[in-house]
């Protein structure tokens, strides 16, 4: 059974840290690049930030860039997938998902959600200014 399970959301105020992490199981995810998307309230789910199977390329929504760093951990069956978000900002809030790509040992950059198959169920994650 696939899973992708995301956890530590939160609320925090404006220029603070958090981390979220994405426990993905029941598929060989070591060979599949990750991404993390988020949602706010009457927006469109958005692309933030892909790292590539081996963890080597990481994409950045141009909005988080030099706040947020994706990284991952295969060394488990279970791969790990984080997100740091420092520098937070009243607008990253939003429910931020977990989702992993369509198709094995991809690097290219992909921000869309059509190219993501499997999806975890979400983690809040409110800036308060």
């Known amino acids: 059974q696939v899973q992708l399970v995301e956890s530590g959301g939160g609320l925090v105020q404006a220029g603070g840290s958090l981390r979220l992490s994405c426990a993905a199981s029941?598929?060989?995810?070591?060979?599949?690049?990750m991404a993390w998307f988020r949602q706010a309230p009457g927006k469109e789910r958005e692309f933030v930030a892909r790292?590539?199977?081996?963890?080597?390329?990481?994409?950045?929504t141009d909005s988080v860039k030099g706040r947020f760093t994706i990284s991952r951990d295969n060394a488990k069956s279970t791969v790990t997938v984080y997100l740091q978000m420092n520098m937070l900002k009243p607008e990253d809030t939003a429910v931020y998902y977990c989702?992993?790509?369509?198709?094995?040992?991809?690097?290219?950059?992909?921000?869309?959600?059509?190219?993501?198959?499997?999806w975890g169920q979400g983690t809040q994650v409110t800036v308060s200014s």
């Open positions: 989702a992993a790509d369509t198709r094995p040992f991809s690097t290219g950059a992909s921000s869309s959600t059509q190219d993501y198959v499997f």
């Open positions: 029941g598929r060989p995810f070591s060979r599949y690049a």
């Open positions: 790292i590539t199977w081996s963890g080597t390329i990481t994409y950045y």
